[in-house]
């Protein structure tokens, strides 16, 4: 990707919080009256409970889906939405199924498919591929203060996790050849750049992960450059995390404690080292909860896993991924029809900005 102006230093820690909160205030004036996604009163009974009213505007979105006519640059449109029906929490599901419902024309659904896709899933995928940068371009100076901030973070993380990988409880010491990574939960590129005035790009990312996980608005405000949105891996494991190849699924009742999951692109050969499950403590306060990974950022994490395997839209991002990275690399991509030009320049123009 294009690499960051040195000129222009990266936000401060105090900015990014201070910008996430300006959006966030942007985002409840533009809500609809009586949240997103909620039923109008008149369609509710007293006899229905939450269960039955989701059943019922699910099946509705699904009728609505049945009538779209595929065609050849839309072919993933019906299994995309139905896995955000399937696996968005309470309130983004419904967000989702009453665009469904809102789009009275093909066009128009087309449209709310292509808003998720440049808004949502290829952000999330291309910013995961990144990783931290100032762990993997050190030779490219940061700004002091951002990466001082961020090297302070990445110790906690180490510190708190015992410097062992959490997934293989592997250790460091000893072995140079051991190399862990403190990994991102939430890319920590999403939200990082400040946009120009002009461009309303990153605002509405912000504005499309709220809408799909409203739980996290009040977390990732105050926690994406925060501890709580990192955990100790191995380095071979962490680009698998980071490309959402591997999730951690929460198990019921026993609070900060996973089930490690893997998907069909995670590799064979790290699989003999994982352990099944995962609990997080501090190695050093066994019995507190502060500053864990915090539980509504793992289950993002693995919703938008489900979402990417379960619809097939992995492979298509991938795809575009490597043209796009062709088209910024300079070279010739396949224009024998099948490369989506629309698709790659606009992801382009989005990566320019967020590189």
């Not at 019995?287 to 489900?306: N, W």
């Amino acid at each position: 990707m294009p690499k960051r102006k040195h000129e222009s230093h990266s936000p401060s820690p105090r900015v990014l919080t201070l910008r996430a909160s300006t959006l966030r205030q942007h985002y409840q004036r533009s809500a609809p009256q009586g949240g997103v996604g909620t039923e109008p009163s008149g369609g509710q009974t007293a006899a229905e409970g939450p269960d039955d009213q989701w059943e019922k505007l699910k099946a509705r979105a699904h009728e609505r889906l049945s009538q779209f006519r595929v065609t050849e640059e839309c072919e993933k449109l019906q299994d995309c939405f139905t896995a955000l029906l399937n696996w968005l929490p309470e309130g983004g599901r419904d967000a989702i199924a009453h665009d469904i419902l809102g789009s009275k024309s093909d066009k128009k659904l087309t449209a709310d498919f292509e808003r998720i896709c440049t808004r949502l899933l290829f952000p999330m995928k291309f910013c995961g591929r990144k990783r931290c940068e100032y762990t993997k371009d050190k030779h490219e100076p940061l700004d002091e203060d951002l990466a001082e901030y961020e090297s302070g973070i990445h110790q906690e993380c180490l510190r708190r996790d015992g410097n062992r990988c959490v997934v293989t409880k592997t250790t460091s010491k000893g072995d140079s050849q051991i190399v862990l990574e403190p990994a991102y939960i939430i890319p920590w590129s999403f939200p990082s750049h400040n946009p120009p005035k002009d461009t309303g790009c990153i605002s509405k990312m912000w504005t499309t992960l709220y809408r799909c996980f409203p739980a996290i608005e009040s977390v990732l405000s105050s926690r994406i450059n925060e501890v709580e949105n990192s955990l100790t891996l191995l380095n071979s494991i962490n680009r698998e995390f980071g490309e959402f190849r591997c999730a951690l699924e929460s198990i019921p009742d026993t609070p900060h404690t996973y089930k490690f999951v893997t998907f069909k692109d995670f590799p064979l050969e790290l699989k003999s080292s994982l352990s099944g499950q995962v609990k997080f403590k501090d190695t050093d306060q066994p019995t507190s909860q502060a500053g864990l990974p915090h539980p509504v950022l793992l289950d993002c994490h693995y919703r938008l896993a489900k979402i990417f395997y379960e619809s097939g839209m992995i492979d298509v991002i991938d795809e575009d991924i490597r043209d796009l990275e062709e088209l910024i690399a300079g070279h010739e991509l396949d224009l024998d029809g099948d490369t989506d030009l629309g698709s790659v320049v606009e992801y382009a123009i989005w990566g320019s900005m967020t590189a």
